[in-house]
């Protein structure tokens, strides 16, 4: 299968900004948190005490579940996988996140990869048989640390990334500002915000 490259402009990341800048987001608490979009749509974020896992659910403006998101974080707070699910709960895609372990470079712990697969279907590289992402997002940052636009690859023929399904990753602590009880990490706590150098 051919891979077909997409830079995707900006405006996927776009209105992602610094921490406690977030437009629309309303943290009720550790474990609750909400982001209203521009279209209406809302996407509520929730996590249980100690448990190392984040759900967000996308909400239309009529209160509709459009989809569900559940992700699972490393000890330090980064999302690790994530499963994407329907409105009507059937899982379509699992996702899987990587890091940069290069404790000397000034983007260490910055996530670098993104592959989702399709949970319906399995897709096989012939050669190797191993499991194909259906889609792939690669993260690259500039001398200060910020991010680029991503370079996105899809292996569905005749679609692109953006067609199978946008950025999975979260771009922002849904729960920033909230005090969490004692022992209780951050989401991604170590990462820089997108544009900012911090």
Do not use: W
């Amino acid at each position: 299968m051919k891979l077909m490259p997409l830079i995707l402009a900006a405006c996927l990341l776009g209105g992602v900004a610094a921490y406690g800048e977030v437009p629309g987001l309303e943290v009720k608490g550790p474990y609750s948190s909400l982001k209203r979009n521009k279209d209406g749509s809302y996407e509520e974020f929730s996590r249980s005490p100690g448990v190392p896992t984040v759900t967000k659910q996308l909400k239309d403006v009529n209160g509709v579940v459009r989809t569900t998101t559940v992700y699972r974080l490393s000890p330090q707070g980064n999302p690790l996988t994530c499963d994407i699910f329907d409105g009507k709960g059937t899982r379509l895609f699992k996702t899987r996140y990587a890091y940069n372990k290069n404790r000397n470079s000034p983007t260490f712990g910055l996530l670098v990869e993104e592959e989702m697969f399709d949970a319906r279907v399995k897709r096989k590289d012939p050669r190797t048989g191993n499991e194909m992402p259906v889609r792939k997002f690669i993260y690259t940052y500039d001398a200060q640390g910020n991010r680029n636009a991503p370079m996105a690859f899809t292996l569905i023929p005749g679609k692109y990334a953006k067609d199978v399904f946008g950025p999975s990753a979260l771009e922002f602590d849904p729960f920033e500002g909230a005090t969490l009880p004692k022992g209780e990490r951050a989401v991604n706590p170590a990462a820089k915000r997108v544009g900012s150098g911090k």
